[in-house]
C-alpha cells in the first residue's frame, strides 16, 4: 500500500484547510486509515481516526473543528479542518492499515504512512 499525502498550505488563524490522501497498492487490504501530525519540537500525535465501517475517533484537541472521512471507491482519506489555529501548525502525515491473510488464515497487520503535507497557520 503507498500513500500520497496533499493539500497542505499556508493559511490565516480561523481559516479552513482540506488535507487528502489517496491510496494504491493493495488497497483491498486496508482497514482502518487515520491522520496524525507532528509540531515543531513536538512528537507524533493521533489526530483522527476511521474505521473501515465510517466510525470515528478524533483528538481532543481537535473535536468540533476538524472532520475525518473517507471514499472507500476511490480511495482517498480526507481531513477537513475549519478554524484553524496556530497551534495546529505541523507536518499532517497519513496512515493506514492493512491486513492479510496467509494459507493458514493467520492475519498479518502492516502500518503505512504517507510523506507528510505540511499545514502552517499563521496569528
Not at 500525535?45 to 472507500?72: C, H, M, P, Q, W
Request: glycine share 14%; net charge positive.
Amino acid at each position: 500500500v503507498q500513500l500520497q499525502a496533499s493539500g497542505g498550505g499556508l493559511v490565516q488563524a480561523g481559516g479552513s484547510l482540506r488535507l487528502s490522501c489517496v491510496a494504491s497498492g493493495r488497497t483491498s487490504s486496508i482497514n482502518g486509515m487515520g491522520w496524525y501530525r507532528q509540531g515543531p519540537g513536538k512528537q507524533r500525535e493521533l489526530v483522527a481516526t476511521i474505521t473501515a465501517g465510517g466510525n470515528t475517533n478524533y483528538a481532543d484537541s481537535v473535536k468540533g473543528r476538524f472532520t475525518i472521512s473517507r471514499d472507500n471507491v476511490k480511495n482517498v482519506l480526507y481531513l477537513q479542518m475549519n478554524s484553524l489555529k496556530p497551534e495546529d501548525t505541523a507536518l499532517y502525515y497519513c496512515n493506514a492499515d492493512s491486513v492479510r491473510f496467509d494459507e493458514h488464515g493467520i492475519p498479518t497487520v502492516s502500518a503505512h504512512w504517507g510523506q507528510g503535507t505540511l499545514v502552517t497557520v499563521s496569528s
